[in-house]
């Protein structure tokens, strides 16, 4: 009985993707090897993609929680900006309309750069 418990305890630690790539699959005599090996290729790529969303997703809450913070503000501080900006990355200028103009991103900390697009609607008061 100590080898099924021993056998239970490692099986129980196991991620279920770990348990699905160590599977045997001599249930199915239709999957080949190369299929099987498609299938724990893009089972590993997917669960890699779950990991980058789980991070990003808490990123964006932390950095949900520091907007918040600041919310209030009278003054632009240099407390608040290397709390807020990781970046600032200024663009050679542009002068084929006939105008100067000159492109600038602010990467954000944890975010990184937020598109245009969102930050107009933010500014004109608008939710995503």
């Not at 418990?5 to 249930?27: G, M």
């Not at 590993?44 to 980058?52: D, F, G, K, P």
């Not at 949900?64 to 990355?89: C, F, Q, S």
Request: glycine residues 4%; negative net charge.
């Amino acid at each position: 009985m100590k080898n099924l418990t021993d056998y239970l305890s490692v099986f129980t630690k196991i991620t279920p993707t770990e348990r699905f790539l160590t599977a045997d699959f001599k249930c199915s005599p239709t999957i080949t090897n190369r299929s099987r090996k498609n299938w724990r290729e893009k089972l590993l790529q997917l669960n890699e993609e779950i990991i980058q969303q789980e991070e990003q997703a808490e990123n964006i809450d932390k950095f949900i929680g520091k907007v918040r913070k600041y919310l209030d503000l009278d003054e632009l501080t240099p407390t608040v900006l290397n709390d807020m900006v990781k970046a600032v990355y200024v663009h050679a200028p542009d002068k084929s309309s006939g105008h100067r103009e000159q492109q600038i991103d602010i990467s954000y900390d944890l975010v990184g750069i937020l598109p245009a697009s969102l930050l107009g609607n933010l500014s004109n008061g608008e939710t995503a």
